[in-house]
């Protein structure tokens, strides 16, 4: 089993497939985006993160993508 797929972040989520990946990519480069995050928890997460310390949300971090 790939690290992804056993780590806490990605445990029992339904993650995008490539189609709908690049159809995103796609849809952000034509409207002459810069950054494309898709979804709102990803995108209040990026948010938030302007306002926590460098450290706590690297300990975040470690404990969502480390294994079980």
């Not at 159809?23 to 948010?47: C, D, I, T, W």
Request: charge should be positive; avoid cysteine; aromatic fraction near 8%.
């Amino acid at each position: 089993m790939h690290k992804q797929q056993t780590a806490l972040l990605f445990k029992d989520k339904k993650l995008p497939t490539a189609v709908e990946v690049a159809e995103k990519g796609f849809e952000a480069m034509m409207s002459r985006k810069q950054v494309a995050v898709p979804g709102y928890m990803n995108n209040f997460l990026l948010f938030i993160q302007r306002f926590t310390p460098r450290k706590l949300v690297t300990n975040i971090t470690r404990v969502l993508t480390s294994e079980d």
